[in-house]
T-cell receptor, first 108, second 117 residues
Framework: AQRVTQPEKLLSVFKGAPVELKCNYSYSGSPELFWYVQYSRQRLQLLLRHISRESIKGFTADLNKGETSFHLKKPFAQEEDSAKYYC??????????FGEGTQLTVNP | GAVVSQHPSRVICKSGTSVKIECRSL??????MFWYRQFPKQSLMLMATSNEGSKATYEQGVEKDKFLINHASLTLSTLTVTSAHPEDSSFYIC?????????????FGPGTRLTVT
């Protein structure tokens, strides 16, 4: 069965510092991976997906099939990045398996 | 952008009663919608895939007779929690993909907080 692991429940950094949110997955098929974000009192929304290889709000994520990882990175964190971040794996039928989530706090 | 709404936003019901939660795609038609459950401080767990005009597909371990899903139109899916018990208290979230868009993005509703007393 597929599984997504986010080892850090809480992550705190200072503004301007680099940030990396870890995500590891296990899946026998070809992985489709996403990062979703939930800002305070808002609904879950897509941040980025590995297929597009794009940078959104300064965040990037690279799929490493050898290490089965899809870590989310940003070189200079901003206060408005404070939110809960979920790594998600899409399997057949567009079904999503989510990790436990990492609550990121960016301190001034 | 694509918007998904849910109604009600929160509901309290007595043990043994049934409660219905609606999920609507407001500006697009969704042949498929998804229902998730989220316990406090935990992740979202997919419960079932709701298919317009056909039976829902339930994930392993989810009781289909307890969580009835109906997707009667291209913009509405409903989740009915039957004979609710306190352990069914949770946050229920739906999502849908907009077939007009090339993106793989799922659009999430704001969620429904169910409390069973």
């Amino acid at each position: 069965a597929q599984r997504v692991t986010q080892p850090e429940k809480l992550l705190s950094v200072f503004k301007g510092a680099p940030v990396e949110l870890k995500c590891n997955y296990s899946y026998s098929g070809s992985p489709e991976l996403f990062w979703y974000v939930q800002y305070s009192r808002q609904r879950l929304q897509l941040l980025l997906r590995h297929i597009s290889r794009e940078s959104i709000k300064g965040f990037t994520a690279d799929l490493n099939k050898g290490e089965t990882s899809f870590h989310l990175k940003k070189p200079f964190a901003q206060e408005e990045d404070s939110a809960k971040y979920y790594c998600a794996l899409e399997t057949s039928g567009s079904r999503l398996t989510f990790g436990e989530g990492t609550q990121l706090t960016v301190n001034p | 952008g694509a918007v998904v709404s849910q109604h009600p936003s929160r509901v309290i019901c007595k043990s043994g009663t049934s409660v219905k939660i609606e999920c609507r795609s407001l500006d697009f038609q969704a042949t498929t919608m998804f229902w998730y459950r989220q316990f406090p401080k935990q992740s979202l767990m997919l419960m079932a895939t709701s298919n317009e005009g056909s039976k829902a597909t339930y994930e392993q371990g989810v009781e289909k007779d307890k969580f009835l899903i109906n997707h009667a139109s291209l913009t509405l899916s409903t989740l009915t929690v039957t004979s609710a018990h306190p352990e069914d208290s949770s946050f229920y979230i739906c999502s849908a993909r907009d077939p007009r868009r090339q993106s793989y993005e799922q659009y999430f509703g704001p969620g429904t907080r169910l409390t069973v007393t």
